[in-house]
């Protein structure tokens, strides 16, 4: 496709989408929960179906010769597009927000003040590999009376078409435009420089994906944009705290799966629990093959306490021997994705606090104490999205804070912080309710 073409292409789709946003916000809850059914519906119907244009995706992807961790994440089975489905369903029961009027008060003049709840507008979400993606923003823009604009990974141009075509699908058969759900057709790059760049069309931006896309968009786009860039997330072990749960979170929050977001990357030690903790913990991450970056107290504790592996072995921890290594200046900002953790004693909340907002990436951060003063600090002054007090940072994500799904995760402190639900994909506008009042 031509340049001229492109153009044109993402003006027809901005143009299709602005009308159909008016529709959508003129529409009621009912209609808009009809239309998730029915795209539930349409899912499981359609699972087999679904198969080869995925399979031609796939198919695709290996002989391009894609990492087959890559590969995976382009897969839509069964259980997975049942997941999806079953994402539709649970929004179409959440209540619905659209209209809501906030902190409606009085005022001396006699005028009674709100902020009522409306949608965006019109969203664009640029997204990469996993064609799940489609469904989750599709489902989130009906349910909060919005329309979008997807462009999705070249990667998964197939098995993308072949959903967008079940959410249109589903739209009509609900009396709502199909056009509230587009998806960019063409492969071309170029169409993704014109979507962030279309102010009349487009009113934010949603990058989803790595952090080569995300600053690309970022530095480029004339909209406004939700983003996160990394997730460098802190657990800090403080003193006092209770070290049964110390040990059990620190695990969840780095173990329980090492690519997402919310996996904690950076384990901050009050130095005076250091001695009962870190080997504990070590050798935890020992017997799973985490790689313990530490500072030179930390890992004069745990070269003490485990047996490590020695200059010259291989350089992926064998079980339940300790990958010890020296970290540098570069690790305390690092987001892994990998077994792989920092570690760094410090003097007390002081010092943790003070190390989480100059290292952090200001997505999550948790504190693991018996001390309610120590706790209330922390969650007033790290500067985070979202700040735990004594639970894992693997719960930063909207399904777990309960807003059914999430579209992503932002660290900005505008528009939208933390998971981004259904509200995140909205705006309020003050309202003013009278009888005839007339200012003085």
Known sequence: MN???????????????????????????????????????????????????????????????????????????????????EGCEQLAAMPDVIGDVVSLR????????????????????IYESRPNVTIEAASLSIKSGNACILRGGSEAIESNTALAALVQQALQSAGLPPEAVQLVSTTDRAAVGQLIAMPEFVDVIIPRGGKGLIERISAEAKVPVIKHLDGNCHTYVDDPCDLDLAVK??????TQKYSPCNATESLLVARSVAPAFLPRIGA???????????????????KEKLPSAQAGQAQVATQNVAKLVLATEQDWSEE??????????????????????????????????????????????????????NASTRFADGFEFGLGAEIGISTDKFHARGPVGIEGLTSLKWVVLGDGEVRG
């Not at 789709?13 to 349409?42: F, H, P, T, Y």
């Not at 009085?106 to 664009?124: A, D, E, L, T």
């Open 3 to 85: 340049a001229h073409n492109v153009v044109e292409t993402m003006q027809v789709l901005g143009l299709q989408a602005r009308e159909a946003s008016r529709a959508m916000a003129r529409s009621g809850a009912a209609v808009r929960n009809q239309a998730l059914r029915e795209l539930a519906r349409l899912l499981r119907e359609q699972t087999d179906a679904l198969q080869a244009p995925n399979q031609r995706d796939l198919a695709r992807a290996r002989e391009a010769g894609l990492a087959e961790p890559m590969v995976d994440r382009l897969k839509l089975t069964p259980a997975i597009l049942e997941t999806c489905a």
């Open 106 to 125: 009085q005022q001396p003049s006699g005028i009674r003040v709100g902020q009522m709840r409306v949608p965006i507008g019109v969203f664009g979400m």
């Open 249 to 254: 979170v620190t695990d969840n929050a780095k």
């Open 284 to 302: 935890i991450f020992a017997a799973k093959g985490v790689e313990m970056r530490c500072d030179p107290e930390a890992l004069a504790i745990l």
């Open 336 to 389: 892994y994705l990998a077994p792989i953790i920092s570690i760094k004693l410090v003097a007390g909340v002081d010092e943790a606090i003070a190390h989480i907002n100059h290292y952090s990436s200001h997505h999550t951060e948790a504190i693991l104490t018996t001390s309610h003063v120590h706790a209330q600090r922390f969650l007033r002054e790290v500067d985070s999205a979202s700040v735990m007090v």
